[in-house]
């Protein structure tokens, strides 16, 4: 069975540039999550979708932060435009249901990104 | 608020020997989750073991145990028989009621060495 899919693994850009994200998350599993992990720190959720529909995005910077998952399966995440403090692994996890309390979340490798 | 601390930043084990990780948490809830997960250097999360706080056995799963302390709110992670590929980040998080979202701490470094 293929675990989650992220592309790319590493990103550089310059501040002020667009940049994007992509995941692919098991198939089957409903749920997705975009989590941010910064240096040295553990994962803080940023959004989460059960298919479709975003069913928490409360911790996603939305003036700048978007993201996508329009046919419930793989999903993008988009930075527009970049700054220097968005240099940081960006991972995507998925599981079966969120409806289920305890659910493995099962994560992708992250996209590292470095802002200059 | 709920929080996961995780007081030790990094841990040195030689191979063979059993260590433990360990982690606290703070919730108001009665009843909640508790995970670990190994990050090696490739960058992936991988799920090592769940806890559910109704449970009142301990849980394993293979070298993994968790050290669950309810009242203490502690769930410590002990690996047993340590190998050279259990060097890795480990980090404790907790699920909320009701919820599957992950409030990790802030990890530990564990290097094994022969």
């Known amino acids: 069975e293929a675990g989650v899919v992220q592309s790319p693994r590493y990103k550089i850009i310059e501040k002020k540039q667009p940049v994007a994200f992509w995941c692919n998350p098991i198939?089957?599993?409903?749920?997705l999550y975009w989590y941010l992990q910064n240096l040295g720190q553990g994962p803080e959720l940023l959004i989460r979708?059960?298919?479709?529909?975003?069913?928490?995005d409360s911790q996603l910077p939305k003036d700048r932060f978007s993201a996508e998952r329009l046919k419930g399966v793989d999903s993008t995440l988009k930075i527009q435009p970049a700054e220097l403090g968005d240099s940081a692994v960006y991972l995507c996890?998925?599981?079966?249901?969120?409806?289920?309390?305890?659910?493995?979340?099962?994560f992708g490798p992250g996209t590292r990104l470095t802002v200059l | 608020a709920q929080k996961i601390t995780q007081t030790q930043p990094g841990m040195f084990v030689q191979e063979k020997e059993a260590v433990t990780l360990d982690c606290t948490y703070d919730?108001?809830?009665?009843?909640?989750?508790l995970f670990w997960y190994k990050q090696p250097s490739s960058g992936e999360m991988i799920f090592l073991i769940y806890?559910?706080?109704?449970?009142?056995q301990n849980a394993t799963e293979g070298r993994y145990s968790l050290n669950f302390q309810k009242a203490r709110k502690s769930a410590n992670l002990v690996i047993s028989a340590s190998q050279l590929g259990d060097s890795a980040m480990y980090f404790c998080?907790?699920?909320?009621?009701?919820?599957?979202?992950?409030?990790f701490g802030t990890g530990t470094r564990l290097q094994v060495f022969p």
């Open positions: 996890a998925s599981s079966l249901s969120y409806r289920e309390w305890g659910n493995e979340q099962f």
């Open positions: 198939s089957g599993h409903n749920t």
């Open positions: 979708y059960e298919n479709e529909e975003a069913v928490d």
């Open positions: 919730t108001s809830d009665q009843s909640y989750g």
């Open positions: 806890q559910g706080s109704y449970d009142e």
């Open positions: 998080a907790m699920s909320p009621l009701n919820t599957d979202k992950l409030i």
